[in-house]
């Protein structure tokens, strides 16, 4: 089986990194290969990652408020390119109301302050797309 | 002898009383760990302190190492100030904002930034997108400048200014915004954040390379002994090294060797050590811990006092003093059950006032879920007028020095500190640690460590990973108007359109001149400032000649 691969993003000017950081390391640790973009990446470099480094998966990691601009711009990016079965998911301080209006946008995963590093790495492993026997 | 029998005492307690107790009832099964994870003993007494001097190590509050306080009457003479940290949307809002609290009798200001102001970027720029009044207030140029402080004389009051990077363009319209008001820059008093190290090591708001970034500081150390000789040059910050993750003992060293760098970098540009370091503060985070936090706060006094006389050879007292402003811990505050997180702050606020800190800032309930509403920015105020005034903490001196345990701890948070000053100045010193990732390695082990125990369940977490609720209702909270982006974008547009063009650009290739040679980079974005050129084209001018500093991205 292939390993899942992961795109952990930060997009915007925010630089607090422990979070992206953090998880990038447990979902390592729970197996997945897991690339790190680094910080302030627009939602193109983003897509341009995922599709360069042929992703199942892109955890975005976002505290500054930017989420509503930022994350529908991404999951536009991704349809037009054809990304649309890439599993997004989105970690950091989002308001309850925003929640469905990210879930209405295509973000599949949504996790807040204290979330279990178990129940992301679960999350990512029920939802993400099937995946390839390697030949 | 004393010691031995001392020593003989213990023995037999722990023979004739600890044993029946323990085999009667064990221990309960948990790491008796501090919450960075440093082990704690069942007992102190006063044999873990037979190599404690007090004269030496503690002395009284007032006098050389200042471990028991800086003022000989602690609290009694003149309380922390409480200063509260805000900023959001427009200039107008903010400014709206501190009219109240100055109305209330608050007499310092504290400025928060936007992110496209901290990463010295206009609101045009395609990393704004969203970010723009969010985090902190929008501040694009003098004309904002002018707004945010419009009716307060600056002259009257002091400003605290959270800004690293673009601090040099930021204070620039602050004290072209006093000469507007006709406010002598020898009496303005009030601190930038300015450091420029913690960015690198931890929060991550850098723009230009370390050593060019290093530059900026040094001009402003010699601006301001010459011209704001009142101002706070440099709050070396811990706070944001243990928000990254740090432990507590990491945080009180990579900050203080930090310090460190910053009069070393100052007396090498050729500054009399004594003319420039009493304006050096510092900032450190007040976490969960309470004894290990109030033994950090007691350690920093200590060694600080410790590395200007004796490394530097300062001479005036004010140089061996530290100052320092505290924060509740922003990383400790929990998404679930918030009103939960008034205790935590309230405990963490009482380390912090038992540590000495001489201002604070205490965090609001709902600080995981977005910025604070009005109502929990009260409450969080209400929480340091609580302790100030009915605790009773506030009426002697460091109340709880002589502790056997606190003493034990504050000995070992020295030790532990002196061993990474060791390491990193073997490293050549702190930018040297910085460019080989030294510190950011060592926060982001500390950060992941954590994160296991607490998926471990060795560390709990009220709320979060035991004590679960799940029917929770929610706590209001605050929404920034998304308008001000819009708002600030016309405005720009305006700007650019009735500003005098000519002047902005002869602004500009001066500083670009200044910062290939070796003038004072602080005269020529005064002159920017003045002819309105933006946070981001002064920054864009820098860039042009240094360059931009970017990290490896490490996991």
């Given at each position: 089986?292939?390993k899942?691969r ?6 915007g000017?925010d630089?607090h990194?422990r ?12 197996g997945m290969?897991v690339?790190y973009t680094g910080?302030?990446?627009t939602?193109e470099q983003?897509?341009?990652?995922a599709?360069?480094?042929d992703?199942?998966v ?6 500054s408020g930017?989420?509503m601009?930022i994350?529908p711009r ?6 037009e390119?054809?990304l649309?079965?890439v ?5 950091g301080?989002?308001?309850?109301v925003d929640?469905p209006k990210?879930q209405d946008?295509g ?5 807040l302050?204290g979330?279990p590093?178990q129940d ?6 029920e939802?993400?797309?099937p995946?390839v026997?390697?030949v | 002898?004393?010691?031995?029998t001392?020593a003989?005492a213990?023995?037999?307690w722990e ?12 221990e ?7 919450i960075s994870?440093?082990?704690i003993?069942?007992?102190y007494s006063p044999e873990?302190?037979s190599s ?5 190590d503690?002395n ?6 200042y471990t028991?306080g ?7 003479g003149?309380l922390?100030?409480m ?9 107008e ?6 009219k ?9 200001l504290s400025?928060?930034?936007?992110l496209?102001?901290l990463m010295?970027?206009d609101?045009?720029?395609?990393l ?6 969010k985090?902190g207030?929008?501040i694009?140029?003098l004309?904002?400048?002018e707004?945010?402080?419009e ?6 009051i002091?400003?605290?200014?959270t ?10 319209m602050?004290?072209a ?7 002598d820059w020898?009496?303005?008093?009030g601190?930038?954040q ?12 850098y723009?230009?390379?370390?050593r060019?970034?290093?530059r900026?500081i040094?001009?402003i150390f010699a601006?301001c002994a010459r011209?704001?000789?009142r ?7 811990g706070?944001h ?11 009180l060293?990579f900050?203080?060797?930090?310090g460190?760098?910053?009069i070393q970098?100052?007396?090498d540009a050729?500054?009399?050590v004594?003319?420039?370091a009493p304006r050096?503060s510092f900032?450190f985070?007040?976490h969960?811990?309470?004894f290990?936090e109030?033994?950090?706060?007691r350690?920093a006094?200590?060694l ?9 050879g300062?001479k005036?007292?004010?140089s061996?003093?530290?100052r320092f ?13 918030p009103?939960?997180?008034v205790?935590r702050?309230?405990l963490q ?5 038992l540590?000495?800190?001489n201002?604070l800032?205490t965090n609001?309930l709902?600080e995981?879920?977005a910025l604070?509403t009005?109502?929990a920015a ?11 005034h009915?605790s009773?903490?506030a009426?002697?001196v460091?109340?709880?020095?002589g ?5 034990r701890l504050t000995?070992?948070?020295e030790?532990?500190?002196k061993?990474y000053?060791?390491?990193i100045d ?6 040297e ?6 510190p950011q390695?060592?926060?982001a082990?500390?950060?992941y460590k954590?994160?296991q125990a607490?998926e471990?369940?060795d560390k709990v977490i009220?709320?979060v990973?035991d004590f679960?609720?799940?029917d929770?209702a929610?706590?209001?909270i605050?929404?920034i108007?998304?308008t001000?982006?819009e708002?600030q974008?016309t405005?720009?547009?305006e700007l650019?359109r009735?500003?005098?063009?000519g002047a902005?650009?002869?602004s500009?290739d001066a500083?670009?001149e200044?910062?290939r040679?070796?003038a ?7 002159d920017?400032?003045?002819?309105y050129a933006?946070?981001g084209e ?7 000649v240094?360059g ?8």
């Amino acid at each position: 089986m292939k390993k899942i691969r992961v795109v952990i993003a930060k997009p915007g000017l925010d630089g607090h990194d422990r979070g992206a950081k953090v998880i990038a390391r447990a979902l390592r640790d729970a197996g997945m290969e897991v690339i790190y973009t680094g910080l302030r990446q627009t939602p193109e470099q983003i897509v341009a990652a995922a599709l360069q480094e042929d992703a199942d998966v892109i955890g975005l990691s976002i505290l500054s408020g930017a989420h509503m601009h930022i994350c529908p711009r991404l999951m536009d990016l991704l349809k037009e390119k054809g990304l649309d079965d890439v599993l997004v998911v989105v970690g950091g301080i989002i308001p309850d109301v925003d929640i469905p209006k990210l879930q209405d946008a295509g973000i599949k995963g949504i996790f807040l302050p204290g979330t279990p590093m178990q129940d992301i790495i679960t999350f990512i492993t029920e939802h993400v797309r099937p995946r390839v026997e390697q030949v | 002898m004393k010691g031995a029998t001392a020593a003989t005492a213990r023995q037999r307690w722990e023979r004739e009383v600890l044993e029946p107790a323990l085999a009667k009832a064990p221990e309960r099964s948990v790491p008796f760990t501090t919450i960075s994870g440093r082990s704690i003993e069942r007992l102190y007494s006063p044999e873990d302190l037979s190599s404690l001097d007090y004269q030496r190590d503690l002395n009284h509050p007032g006098q050389f190492p200042y471990t028991r306080g800086i003022h000989p009457t602690g609290y009694r003479g003149k309380l922390w100030t409480m200063r509260q940290f805000a900023g959001f949307g427009t200039p107008e809002e903010t400014n709206e904002r501190y009219k109240t609290l100055l109305a209330a009798g608050g007499t310092g200001l504290s400025v928060a930034f936007d992110l496209p102001t901290l990463m010295g970027r206009d609101p045009d720029h395609e990393l704004s997108l969203g970010e723009v009044g969010k985090c902190g207030v929008s501040i694009v140029s003098l004309a904002d400048m002018e707004r945010l402080f419009e009716g307060i004389s600056l002259r009257d009051i002091t400003t605290s200014m959270t800004i690293n990077s673009p601090a040099p363009m930021i204070f620039a319209m602050y004290l072209a915004v006093a000469e507007k008001q006709g406010a002598d820059w020898q009496a303005l008093s009030g601190t930038i954040q300015n450091d420029i190290l913690k960015e690198f090591i931890a929060q991550k708001e850098y723009i230009f390379p370390p050593r060019e970034s290093m530059r900026l500081i040094t001009d402003i150390f010699a601006f301001c002994a010459r011209e704001v000789p009142r101002w706070n040059t440099v709050s070396v910050s811990g706070y944001h090294i243990r928000e990254a993750g740090s432990t507590a003992l990491q945080e009180l060293a990579f900050t203080l060797r930090d310090g460190i760098e910053y009069i070393q970098y100052g007396i090498d540009a050729g500054l009399d050590v004594d003319d420039f370091a009493p304006r050096i503060s510092f900032f450190f985070n007040s976490h969960s811990d309470f004894f290990e936090e109030i033994a950090k706060f007691r350690a920093a006094r200590k060694l600080w006092a410790g590395v200007m006389r004796d490394r530097f050879g300062a001479k005036d007292e004010r140089s061996w003093k530290l100052r320092f402003h505290t924060q509740t811990a922003g990383v400790s505050l929990t998404a679930q059950q918030p009103y939960n997180n008034v205790v935590r702050t309230a405990l963490q606020a009482l380390a912090a006032v038992l540590g000495g800190t001489n201002s604070l800032h205490t965090n609001s309930l709902d600080e995981a879920l977005a910025l604070p509403t009005a109502e929990a920015a009260t409450l969080a105020l209400r929480t340091q007028q609580i302790l100030a005034h009915e605790s009773g903490v506030a009426n002697t001196v460091d109340p709880l020095g002589g502790s056997w345990f606190l003493e034990r701890l504050t000995l070992d948070m020295e030790q532990g500190a002196k061993h990474y000053f060791e390491t990193i100045d073997k490293l050549g010193g702190m930018v040297e640690a910085i460019e080989q990732g030294f510190p950011q390695r060592e926060i982001a082990e500390a950060s992941y460590k954590f994160q296991q125990a607490v998926e471990r369940r060795d560390k709990v977490i009220v709320g979060v990973n035991d004590f679960v609720q799940e029917d929770e209702a929610p706590v209001p909270i605050l929404y920034i108007d998304e308008t001000t982006a819009e708002r600030q974008l016309t405005r720009l547009t305006e700007l650019k359109r009735t500003r005098d063009a000519g002047a902005v650009a002869r602004s500009l290739d001066a500083l670009r001149e200044a910062a290939r040679g070796t003038a004072n980079t602080m005269y020529l974005l005064l002159d920017c400032a003045r002819a309105y050129a933006t946070v981001g084209e002064m920054c864009d001018a820098l860039r042009d000649v240094w360059g931009e500093y970017e990290e490896e991205p490490l996991i």
